[in-house]
């Protein structure tokens, strides 16, 4: 009977990769496995999964056991998979109504749960992970800023600016002049 797992701060492929690694070393057949989670062939012992905990642990993730941190998790996830692995897919996402979906309950029991557990709310959040998405394009240099606004599914290049601004301290045109471009690793947001 296969179990699912899940598993904080996976925010990119490499981590994926990273978990089902630790996994397969394990012995375990990794059934499915996307940001957050993965489902194994089979229920591991107390002690293997003490060292499965651990070898993910060295590896920067942490196995949870706690429901409301699986649900902040899960959301903060999404969050990131959004913003910052899918083409465009933040403008066509009802946020709330995608997130209830995931999650299987109420939009305010979801933002309240996330709240209590992250000391900040999911719109804050989402805003913090977008700035950091902005910094990442800017950096590049291929778009204009009207460009990066409509990507990050801003209404104009000037809310993009007044909300980046507030953020950092900074204009996006300031940030891009910046030799040392401060990014933040995106579990280390909110």
């Known amino acids: 009977m296969s179990t699912l797992l899940h598993i904080k701060n996976m925010v990119c492929p490499r981590c994926i990769e ?3 690694e630790v996994l397969t070393y394990e012995g375990f057949e990794v059934q499915q496995i996307k940001l957050g989670e993965v489902e194994i062939d089979r229920q591991p012992s107390a002690d293997r999964l003490e060292k499965i905990s651990k070898l993910l642990h060295s590896r920067g993730f942490e196995l949870l056991h706690n429901k409301k941190k699986i649900v902040a998790d899960q959301v903060k996830s999404e969050i990131i998979k959004l913003v910052h692995h899918s083409e465009n897919e933040i403008l066509n996402v009802n946020l709330s109504s995608h997130l209830s979906s995931l999650v299987g309950a109420d939009y305010s029991s979801i933002s309240s749960l996330f709240s209590s557990s992250e000391g900040l709310t999911i719109e804050r959040f989402t805003i913090l992970q977008k700035i950091e998405k902005v910094k990442e394009l800017l950096s590049y240099g291929e778009l204009t800023a009207s460009e990066i606004a409509f990507k990050m599914g801003y209404s104009s290049a000037a809310h993009l600016s007044s ?6 301290g900074m204009t996006p045109g300031q940030y891009k002049k910046l030799k040392d471009k401060n990014r933040n690793p995106l579990d280390h947001i909110g």
Not at 163 to 168: A, D, H, I, L
Request: glycine share 0%; proline share 0%.
């Open 18 to 20: 990273s978990v089902q």
């Open 163 to 168: 909300q980046f601004k507030k953020e950092t």
